[in-house]
Structures are given as structure tokens and as C-alpha cells.
């Protein structure tokens, strides 16, 4: 897969809400009610990470979960990133009593 250039990555996240770019990776912190909700959350990624067979890399503090995405393999970031901070961002929205929110992570 290919490695985006900066104006792609700039124009793809416009469209994602509170993704930032760091390096070679995007990242979103997500809150949420508590720790059951939080860890509900990461379980809901895994059968789409693993279709996709590409995962992102997970912190779990308490109740907020920070979740990184790059490709690895390719050294930036590629398509495949800007799909699976999609697929987390409807992940959020659908976990049960989240109020799923943003939070600075800078």
C-alpha cells in the first residue's frame, strides 16, 4: 500500500474529527463513562482490525483509550490508517452509554 503525501494526509483529516497528525502516525484519545466502557470499546475494534489485518496501537488509561495508527511496514501512513480511525471513530459512537469525547492529547 502506498504512503500518502502530506497534502493527502492534510485534506483526509480534515475529514476525521480530533485525529492530529504526529510524526508518521495519527492519533485520537477517546473518554468514556468508565473503565468497563473503555475496555468494551477496544474489544468492538478487534474483529475489524483483524479483517482488515491492521491494528492500531492501544493505550488504556482507566477510562480514556488513546489509539495510534501507522503503517508499519510501509513507515508513515497509507489508506489503511484513515480506515481503521473511521471504523474507531463508529466504534465510539456505538458504545453503549459512552459519551465518547475528545481530549487534547498534546
Given amino acids: 500500500m502506498a504512503l500518502l503525501s502530506h497534502n493527502d494526509i492534510?485534506?483526509?483529516?480534515?475529514r476525521l474529527d480530533g485525529w492530529?497528525?504526529?510524526?508518521?502516525?495519527?492519533?485520537?484519545?477517546?473518554?468514556?463513562p468508565g473503565f468497563p466502557e473503555a475496555v468494551a470499546f477496544v474489544a468492538r475494534l478487534v474483529p475489524h482490525a483483524e479483517r482488515?489485518?491492521?491494528h492500531p496501537d492501544i493505550l488504556i488509561n482507566y477510562r480514556r483509550v488513546t489509539l495510534t495508527y501507522s503503517t508499519h511496514s510501509e513507515g508513515g501512513l497509507t489508506a489503511?490508517?484513515?480506515?481503521?480511525?473511521?471504523?474507531?471513530?463508529?466504534?465510539?459512537?456505538?458504545?453503549?452509554?459512552?459519551r465518547a469525547a475528545l481530549r487534547d492529547t498534546e
Fill in 52 to 54: 482488515a489485518d491492521h
Fill in 20 to 32: 492530529t497528525h504526529e510524526g508518521n502516525a495519527i492519533k485520537k484519545q477517546f473518554v468514556f
Fill in 80 to 98: 489503511k490508517d484513515f480506515e481503521g480511525a473511521v471504523m474507531a471513530d463508529s466504534q465510539a459512537r456505538a458504545t453503549p452509554s459512552a
Fill in 10 to 14: 492534510a485534506e483526509r483529516l480534515k
